[in-house]
């Protein structure tokens, strides 16, 4: 199976300031039909995970526009501009190219 | 919306059986891959099983072939799981999810396997 590493585990963060999270596969995601099927999730505590990013770069609905996500090949990165009090949760990377994998979620905490 | 509930869990002990059922509306369940991904406590999603929309395949964490079993009936907008021979490290949240990539989730029902 593949193996998705993030990082950092945890990420402390001041409100209004931007955030990084890095995710790497131990394989191309790449799949045969030329997408690479690379997707985000936050999970805040006490809920089940959400769906932000799907396909490296493609917000979902609803999803506000301070979320990005860029990357290619085995390496990604989920970008957010300016945190806010909401944005506190697990966030993780995950692939679904192969048998679907998850990393071991980042920790998004206000300072 | 779409709207998805789960049901079914429970306690039971090692070796025991229980049969999750997720009730679905709010898309076409009939043109939609659906899966089970579970989550232990304190741990990351993990996915267990995953059946084509016109049932004609499925496919199963590793762990988990020969004892867990992923069916749906799309007359009744309905999926399965069907658990035997549980084992303690079977412990979690389960959760229904649309198709490969998780475009919606449930709430998740949870099953603890201990004696």
């Given at each position: 199976d593949v193996v998705v590493t993030q990082y950092p585990l945890a990420l402390p963060v001041t409100l209004g300031q931007a955030a990084s999270i890095s995710c790497r596969c131990s394989q191309s995601v790449v799949s045969g039909d030329g997408n690479t099927?690379?997707?985000?999730?936050?999970?805040?505590?006490g809920q089940?995970?959400?769906?932000?990013?799907?396909?490296?770069?493609?917000?979902?609905?609803?999803?506000?526009?301070?979320?990005?996500?860029?990357?290619?090949?085995?390496?990604?990165?989920?970008?957010?501009?300016?945190?806010?009090?909401?944005?506190v949760g697990l966030y993780y990377c995950m692939q679904s190219t192969h048998w679907p994998t998850f990393g071991l979620g980042t920790r998004v905490q206000i300072k | 919306e779409v709207q998805l509930v789960e049901s079914g869990g429970g306690l039971?002990?090692?070796?025991?059986?229980?049969?999750?059922?997720?009730?679905?509306?709010?898309?076409?369940?009939?043109?939609?891959?659906?899966?089970?991904?579970?989550?232990?406590?304190?741990?990351?999603?993990?996915?267990?099983?995953?059946?084509?929309?016109?049932?004609?395949?499925?496919?199963?964490?590793?762990?988990?072939?020969g004892r867990f079993t992923v069916s749906r009936d799309n007359a009744k907008n309905s999926l399965y799981l069907q658990m035997r021979s549980l084992r303690p490290e079977d412990t979690a949240v389960y959760f229904c999810v649309v198709g490969w990539a998780g475009d919606h989730w449930g709430r998740g029902t949870l099953v603890t396997v201990s004696s």
């Open positions: 099927y690379l997707n985000w999730y936050q999970q805040r505590p089940s995970p959400r769906r932000l990013i799907h396909e490296v770069s493609k917000r979902d609905s609803g999803v506000p526009d301070r979320f990005s996500g860029s990357g290619s090949g085995t390496d990604f990165t989920l970008k957010i501009s300016r945190v806010e009090a909401e944005d | 039971v002990r090692p070796g025991g059986s229980l049969r999750l059922s997720c009730a679905v509306s709010g898309f076409t369940f009939s043109g939609t891959w659906m899966s089970w991904v579970r989550q232990a406590p304190g741990r990351g999603p993990e996915w267990v099983a995953i059946i084509r929309e016109d049932i004609t395949e499925t496919l199963y964490l590793e762990s988990v072939k």
